[in-house]
């Protein structure tokens, strides 16, 4: 089961993804399985760490350096879900670039 991690303060959008069957969690919260990241700050990693991990050397060794990060501002929920499923923020190319 795909863990999703989020910033506190989305409870709507927590409750709509357990909904869906995710597991959800808060960023606060310990955790070692995370395979998404949800936020709503600008630079999230510059302020932030994952409380289950405590070195580079750990995270590199996990599971974790593969989290999806996906920025909540300005998405439904609905866009959320889609890119958990496909495991995409946006596009690499835009439509007509070849």
């Not at 580079?56 to 593969?66: F, G, H, I, Q």
Request: hydrophobic share 30%; aromatic share 10%.
């Amino acid at each position: 089961m795909q863990t999703i991690v989020l910033e506190r303060g989305m409870e709507e959008l927590k409750t709509i993804l357990e909904q869906h069957g995710y597991h959800t969690i808060y960023e606060d919260e310990e955790s070692d399985t995370a395979t998404c990241y949800i936020y709503r700050e600008q630079n999230p990693l510059s302020q932030k760490t994952f409380p289950s991990f405590r070195n580079m050397e750990e995270l590199s060794a996990s599971s974790a350096s593969n989290i999806l990060m996906i920025p909540a501002e300005n998405k439904t929920p609905e866009e959320i879900i889609t890119m958990i499923e496909n495991r995409v923020y946006s596009p690499l190319f835009p439509p007509g670039y070849f």
